[in-house]
């Protein structure tokens, strides 16, 4: 059986500890040293497939550019189901119910 290894996208442009990010948020600078990084410790893995957000993109890009391993596809089931706009600038516990 095949091994799955999920990697979260990097350091965003504007991140803020404990809010979601907007959908268009990039890839910050730390964010594009991270991901560079991190492509040294990826394992042997067949290739990427990642979300369309452009934080998500790029960090995959990064990672295929530097370890080598091929940016198979970018799949839309693969971003948020739903953009959490209802709680885009709220801390976690200030969540609506919803």
Same mark, same amino acid.
Do not use: C, N
């Given at each position: 059986?095949?091994?799955?290894?999920?990697?979260?996208? $990097?350091?965003?442009?504007?991140?803020?500890?404990?809010?979601? $990010? =907007?959908?268009?948020?990039?890839?910050?600078? !730390?964010?594009?040293?991270? /991901?560079?990084? /991190? /492509?040294?410790? +990826?394992?042997?893995?067949?290739?990427?497939?990642?979300?369309?957000?452009?934080? $998500?993109?790029?960090?995959? !890009?990064?990672?295929?550019?530097?370890?080598?391993?091929? +940016?198979? #596809?970018?799949?839309?089931?693969?971003? !948020?189901?739903?953009? %959490?706009?209802?709680?885009?600038?709220? %801390? =976690?516990? $200030?969540?609506?119910? #919803?």
């Amino acid at each position: 059986m095949a091994d799955i290894h999920f990697i979260r996208h $990097a350091h965003y442009t504007g991140h803020k500890p404990g809010y979601h $990010a =907007p959908d268009d948020a990039e890839l910050s600078p !730390e964010g594009r040293r991270t /991901a560079i990084a /991190a /492509a040294g410790a +990826l394992p042997t893995v067949a290739g990427i497939v990642t979300s369309p957000l452009p934080r $998500a993109l790029q960090t995959a !890009e990064l990672l295929a550019e530097h370890s080598g391993t091929p +940016l198979l #596809d970018v799949l839309p089931e693969l971003r !948020e189901w739903r953009s %959490p706009t209802a709680v885009q600038g709220i %801390p =976690p516990k $200030a969540f609506p119910e #919803d």
